[in-house]
């Protein structure tokens, strides 16, 4: 105990000239809460989407957020409840919806526009999509023009299909790894584009 003292006296005396000690208390009022703004390119994109109609561009990240750029001055920043990797964006055509596929088999319908008709997204349903025990993932998204189904490519291989405007997933399955099975051949075929 009195080694401590003297290292403490000491150090005083060469370090801080014969100061005597500065004791901080915080306090609760010391801090405040306020809020950041994020301004500029997301960090780690890993999808993006532009919607011709409301003119928006969607940008995806690896932790899970979806930024939405507009005109001059509109930026909105959101996220699901689960920090998961966006890998597709699609926006519904005239629906003022944006369908986002994320982590293992996790679909997102977003809408886009408040009551108000001011951009501030909320999140209406989920789903998961049917996989392989957790395995396979969602490797791309199709919404073909005038129609209700988005069809989701897998790392298997597989097409699934949900509904773009309940998002239910349908019992309609294209099981392309059971389907087609090349001979001496023991790996999935990866599903990059489905149209």
């Not at 993006?48 to 899970?64: H, P």
């Not at 088999?105 to 996989?131: Q, R």
């Not at 019992?171 to 087609?180: D, F, L, Q, R, T």
Request: charged residues 20%; contains cysteine.
């Amino acid at each position: 105990m009195e080694s401590q003292q003297k290292r403490k006296q000491w150090y005083q005396r060469r370090v801080r000239g014969n100061l005597p000690d500065v004791v901080e208390r915080f306090v609760e009022d010391d801090f405040g809460v306020t809020s950041a703004y994020r301004h500029g390119y997301p960090n780690q994109p890993s999808c993006f989407a532009f919607d011709q109609v409301s003119r928006l561009l969607a940008i995806g990240t690896k932790d899970g957020f979806i930024t939405l750029y507009g005109r001059p001055g509109v930026e909105q920043r959101f996220a699901h409840d689960q920090t998961v990797a966006v890998t597709q964006i699609l926006f519904l055509p005239n629906k003022q919806l944006l369908t986002v596929c994320g982590g293992i088999s996790t679909v997102y319908l977003w809408n886009l526009v408040d009551e108000t008709g001011h951009v501030f997204p909320f999140l209406l349903k989920s789903c998961k999509i049917p996989c392989h025990a957790g395995k396979e993932k969602i490797s791309f998204g199709h919404l073909p023009v005038h129609s209700d189904f988005i069809y989701l490519g897998t790392t298997f291989g597989n097409i699934y299909t949900v509904n773009a405007k309940t998002c239910k997933s349908s019992n309609y399955i294209i099981y392309w790894s059971n389907a087609v099975k090349p001979p001496n051949s023991k790996k999935s075929h990866h599903h990059d584009h489905s149209s």
